[in-house]
T-cell receptor
């Protein structure tokens, strides 16, 4: 149980375009989802916390107008990287929290390459 | 906000030896401390976790200790095997801040056969 999926697993796009990444909890309802970014050989950096039906809470230094997060249902959160640039190339990972548990379950990640 | 520091950044051990990774956290409100193993290009996998009301937890070759007073927690892997080679992350989270989890910088563990 507690499976989280992400789509796409990888994407290559041209500079200036927008890319949408989906995060789904497959067998449970996730009240809270988190979005992380991981650059090569670095740690996971929390970008934002997403709660169903409300606006996402962004970490300091993360541009909310560039990284649009929509948590429309208890099983789906989306991250849209708008006007992507090469420096946005990274591994984006979502995670979901099950109920009131303290743990979270990670998606497989999406590797974004912006040319 | 929470800040998690992790040491060492790289650790190389001989197969069969023990490996110890240490972390410190700053927010006394944090009450949940998971450890993740991440292989190249894959998602982090939870390997063990500990809550603030417990000082030690063990699962086969893996153990975690927590010192709440000092805000230290450590991962101990005994009888290391080559397949233990990966990047290990400690993390801290709590009821405040929406249960968000803050990760340490990671430790790259190499187990030499």
């Amino acid at each position: 149980g507690a499976v989280v999926s992400q789509h796409p697993s990888w994407v290559i796009c041209k500079s200036g375009t927008s890319v949408k990444i989906e995060c789904r909890s497959l067998d449970f309802q996730a009240t809270t989802m988190f979005w992380y970014r991981q650059f090569p050989k670095q740690s996971l950096m929390l970008m934002a916390t997403s709660n169903e039906g409300s606006k996402a809470t962004y970490e300091q230094g993360v541009e909310k107008d560039k990284f649009l997060i929509n948590h429309a249902s208890l099983t789906l959160s989306t991250l849209t990287v708008t006007s992507a640039h090469p420096e946005d190339s990274s591994f984006y990972i979502c995670s979901a929290r099950l109920g009131t548990s303290l743990g979270q379950f990670f998606g497989p990640g999406t590797r974004l390459t912006v040319l | 906000g929470e800040n998690v520091e992790q040491h060492p950044s790289t650790l190389s051990v001989q197969e069969g030896d023990s490996a110890v990774i240490k972390c410190t956290y700053s927010d006394s409100a944090s009450n949940y401390f998971p450890w993740y193993k991440q292989e190249l290009g894959k998602r982090p996998q939870l390997i063990i976790d500990i809550r603030s009301n417990v000082g030690e937890k063990k699962d086969q070759r893996i153990a975690v200790t927590l010192n709440k007073t000092a805000k230290h927690f450590s991962l101990h892997i005994t009888e290391t095997q080559p397949e233990d080679s990966a990047v290990y992350f400690c993390a801290a989270s709590g009821n405040t801040g929406g249960f968000k989890t803050i990760f340490g910088a990671g430790t790259r563990l190499f187990v030499k056969a």
